[in-house]
């Protein structure tokens, strides 16, 4: 976050969607404004809710809730081996909203609206009002067919944007007709919003996210342990509560959590709130977010760090998506190989070699 914040302001009681709001509510100051935030919000969507307006730290400059969400200049700034599709969702994608990058599984992409907007997000160019938007009912069609067409397909992950900003009409939709694709048997949601906006996660919610009568499980978004707040906290044990199985994704960040303690606080906070951790990832190189990334060096001390420190039920899997869409690599097992200071040799599962960082 670039801006100075010597006094704190009321929390806006709505979300916060353009530069002039986020002046208006003290997240940054008309000196930034001038500094090119107007750029970058012609660029990429800005979206606070006010949960996480709430646990801005309004007078401390380097706060890592706002880091996350709060527009920076340094967004303009795009490094040589940035993508605008950094994972390769689109070489993947065999019909409009499936991502079918492993033969088990697909993503499917519904919606491309979130309730609130990652500057760290591998997606940015994609989400958003300007994104690619939702799916039409025929693009739906085409989607489902697809699935239904693939019995190699045991799991389906809703991802986006973000999944949970549908109706639960909508939502409970979509799982009743997985609910008749037999050789479904998973499905998985990608998601921020018990943290983000945790008065969503209601009976009526819940209820739609089980239609399918599929097993489901829910894999939770959060980067910094103060996100986990008594309110995301009451809203993840009414999923588990439920039946749903919650696991973590985090992406690890410069400024927000490359720290033992924070990481350890972090994984603790998920396991406390019983959310199983899952994924730490490490920063993927979308447009604009090389102010966030750490080296692979670094990444791998912070996470060796962990071991014998915290419980084992607090240790991640540090994962690296290997540009291109070529799918995950564990860090620090053999799959990543060090072959010059920062440069990598990174075997997919298929057995394709890899540069890290892309060498085109």
Known sequence: ???????????????????????????????????????????????????????????????????????????LNVAPEEREDPIGDL???????????????????AVHVCPVYCRFCFRREMVGPQGLGTLSPEAMDEAFAYIANHPEIWEVILTGGEPLMLSPRRLAEIMQRL???????????????????????????ITAMKASGKTAYI?????HPRELA????????????SGIVMISQSVLLKGVNDDPDTLAALMRAFVE??????????????RGTS???????EGRALVAGLRGRISGLCQPTYILDIPGGHGKAVIGSDAIL??????????????GEHDYPPSD
């Open 179 to 205: 609910h008749a694709i037999e050789h479904v048997k998973i499905v998985r949601f990608h998601t921020r919003v018990p943290v983000v906006e945790p008065e969503r996660i209601n009976e009526a919610l």
């Open 230 to 241: 008594p309110s995301a906290r009451e809203a993840c044990a009414r999923l588990v509560d």
């Open 1 to 75: 976050m670039s801006g100075q914040h010597n006094q704190l302001k009321p929390t806006s009681a709505r979300s916060i969607r353009t530069p002039a709001e986020l002046v208006e509510t003290g997240l940054l100051t008309a000196e930034d404004l001038a500094s090119s935030i107007d750029a970058v919000a012609e660029r990429y969507a800005i979206g606070i809710s006010p949960a996480i307006a709430a646990l801005i730290d309004r007078n401390d400059p380097k706060d890592p809730i706002a880091r996350q969400f709060v527009p920076d200049a340094a967004e």
């Open 338 to 351: 060090q072959e010059d200071a920062g440069c990598y040799r990174v075997c997919d599962f298929k057995g």
């Open 91 to 109: 070489a993947h994608s065999p019909v409009e909203g499936i991502v079918h990058r492993y033969p088990d599984r697909v993503l499917l992409k």
């Open 273 to 286: 709130t019983r959310v199983k951790p899952y994924y730490l990832h490490h920063p993927d190189l979308a």
């Open 219 to 223: 894999a939770l978004h959060a980067n």
């Open 291 to 297: 102010h966030f990334r750490l080296s692979i060096e």
